[in-house]
Every structure is written in structure tokens, then in C-alpha cells.
């Protein structure tokens, strides 16, 4: 059986095939202006549902590196206070070896103890350092300064950590209490204590082992603060490398292939051209077209 082609049926499919190809060419054109495969989620469901979860985990990470920048600060600022602290205590034990000379007369007994006081002033400023307005030897407490003029300790016994990864969390602070000590225990005591024999004229000899127990404890927490900078560091390396990981993965995704759009739209346009050019000579009018 012959089914019967009429003028109109030919007009409706020329017509439907010249806006398919207007339709396939307004998508490319689409596409190379957007510089995306996936505009909107109907594009392709599956793409825009790893595109959302690749920039939900993008956010974290950005939020992770954020965290990370602060714990690399704080430490930073806490390593800075307990080697300035352990050069000062040094420092205060060489005089305290000096002191023990029998030689000095009472005048060169009090200007050491004038240097040793000058860095038990020192120490307790380092002890009292601050980042962004919060004291790095305190904890989470929110007390202006980790050590008093008593130099009674301030801090909560509670530490100030951030959240590097979703199972990670880093120590910030510095313990306050191991590396100075409090109260009449304390370093600054102490050298009060060894200011004080000086000025009495007494050998403050006998106190070096107490500072060498200070300096080991100083010693102890810097290493713990180093290992914690390294740890911190090695975070921040490992999250910029993830982050350009997941930047060319949503670019593989999404972004289009210029090129190939560009020489795709081209073949649409000599198809659209052609179409057009086949529609004119099929579609041409008749006599009844100017009689209707």
C-alpha cells in the first residue's frame, strides 16, 4: 500500500526538521557562551548531582583550609613565645652561675639581680602573649592576661582546638601551666627567688636544678607545639592539593570542550543551511498558493 504524501505533510516535516536544527543550534550556542555542559539540572540529572556533592565537599575543604590558616597562626604565635621564653630562662641561668662567684663584690651581686629581673619580666610577658585578642597560654578562658601579677594561671584547663577534616581536630594553644608553671611553682617565682639571694648576697647556685627542670618542661611543650605546626602544615599541603583535585573534576563535569562545540556548531550551520535551501525548492509556491 502507497501512503499518500501531501504538500502539506511535506511543509510540516521540513518545518519540524528546520527547528530541530534551530533547537540543536541554540543548545551549542548555549553551551559555548556558558562555557558548561550542565546549565541547569534537567541537562543532565546525574552530572548536577555529582557537581553538588563535588562543591558541598569543595565547601568543607574551603572552610578546613580556613581552619587550618588559624591553627598555623596560633601556633606559630605560641612557638615564637616559648623560644623567647627558653633563650630568656637561659639566659637567667648564666647569671645564676655567675651569682655563684665568690669573687663579685655586693655591687656586681645587684646588677645581676637587676638583668634577672629584667627577664623575669620578659618571661611574663611572653607568658601573657595574645593572638586576635585571646591569650595562647590560658585555654578557652577569656581573661585578659594567662598570669597574673601573683602569677597565679587563668587558663580553664580546657584547650582551643580547630577542625582541620571531618575527623580532625588540633590543639592550638599552649599549656600555660607545664611550660611556666603557677603560682610560688612558677618560673617567675623562681626567679624571684634567685633576685632575691643575689641581693642578700647569697649563692643562688643551688637553684639550678630548678631551673633546668623549667627549661626541660619548656623544652617538652616546644616540641609538642612543633610536632603539632608540622602536623598543621602537612594539613595544609594535603587540602590545597584536594582542592585542585576537586576543582578538575567539577571542570571535567560541567565545563565544555571549546573546540569541539565551536566545530559542532559549524556542522549544525551547514546543516540549517542546507535544510533551508532543500526547503526552498520543495516548498516553492503553486497557483493555488495566490488564489487562496
Known sequence: MISRVTHQTVQRSTLANLQGNLTAMADLQNKMSS?????????????????????????????????????????????TAISSSLAALRQARDLTVRGGNGALGQTSLDALADEVDTLRTQLLSQANTTYVGRSVFAGTSDAPAAFDSAYAWSGTGSSVERRVSSTTTVRVDGDGAAVYGTGAGSVFALLDTISASLRAGTDPTPH????????????????????RHKS?????????????????????????????????????????????????????????????
Do not use: C, H
Request: charged share 30%; glycine share 6%; proline share 2%.
Open 208 to 227: 639550678l636544678d630548678a631551673i633546668d627542670d623549667r627549661l626541660e618542661s619548656m623544652v617538652t611543650q616546644l616540641a609538642g607545639v612543633g610536632a
Open 35 to 79: 562555557g558548561k555542559k550542565v546549565n541547569v539540572p534537567s541537562d543532565d540529572p546525574s552530572a548536577t548531582s555529582d557537581v553538588l556533592r563535588l562543591r558541598g565537599e569543595q565547601r568543607a575543604d574551603t572552610q578546613y583550609q580556613r581552619n587550618a590558616a588559624d591553627a598555623g597562626s596560633w601556633l606559630q604565635t605560641v612557638d
Open 232 to 292: 598543621i602544615m602537612e594539613t595544609q599541603e594535603t587540602l590545597a592539593a584536594r582542592d585542585v583535585e576537586t576543582k578538575a573534576r567539577i571542570s571535567g563535569i560541567e565545563d565544555v570542550d571549546l573546540a569541539e562545540v565551536i566545530l559542532e556548531l559549524q556542522s549544525q550551520e551547514v546543516a540549517y543551511k542546507g535544510a533551508l535551501g532543500a526547503a526552498a525548492k520543495v516548498l516553492q509556491p503553486t497557483l493555488l498558493d495566490f488564489l487562496r
